[in-house]
């Protein structure tokens, strides 16, 4: 009886121990698959996070480069006309000139007619004037001889103009303000040219015919209209 009592005696106190051992060392492992499972989320959270700012720097270069094209679309003098870009920076200009802008529209046949026959005048000028009056102009050296000379005749009718397109804008504002308007059209940064500028009011009266006129009546504006054909060059 004493041999079977101290057996389970042993038994009750290996049992207590697995027992105290269990409850010990369970909510341990229980933690640590809690935290095994927060560091998961977490690496998951900051392969996200490294994607978000690889994305991020991607689209900051990609920003960057498209602004660079906004800048060399703002040149001078553009390999195209890019008339979406004047517009925006037309109506920028206005708005910041208190005015506002109407429209910019196609010039009528009279107008481009006119226009064809001041260029090919020019184109004239230019040939019979030599480098004087073209782009990127070398100094003139005389001609040795004939074939000299009919060399550099081919050479000026090889070298390339600014090609042009015409629109004719309309504006709404006070007179003041168009004084300011054209003066900021003087600075823009690309070469544009200003002409045939017309100033009309609503129900005024005149045997001029001009397209601020035509504009305004059709319109009933209460302020003065302005229009003028604006030259947009480009390179061929």
Known sequence: MGRNYKLLLCIGLFVGALMLAYFDVYPTFVESQAKAEDLKQ????????????????????????????????????????????????????????????????????????????????????????????????HPAVRPDNKNTAVKKTDDIDKQPTLKQLPKTVFVTGSYDNFVKLMRKLENYQRVIGIKNVSIAMAGQTTDIKAPAFDKANKLKVTQPMMSFLMIVYYLP
Do not use: F, W, Y
């Open 42 to 137: 977490r690496q998951a959270s900051n392969d996200v996070l490294v994607k978000q700012l690889q994305k991020k720097h991607l689209a900051e270069t990609e920003k960057a480069r498209l602004e660079s094209d906004i800048q060399l679309l703002h040149g001078a003098v553009p390999k195209t006309p890019e008339l979406d870009l004047l517009v925006l920076d037309l109506e920028k200009i206005c708005n910041s000139c208190d005015l506002d802008l109407v429209g910019v529209e196609n010039p009528e046949a009279e107008v481009l007619k006119q226009l064809h026959a001041s260029e090919e005048q020019m184109q004239t000028l230019i040939k019979e004037n030599g480098n004087k009056l073209t782009l990127g102009s």
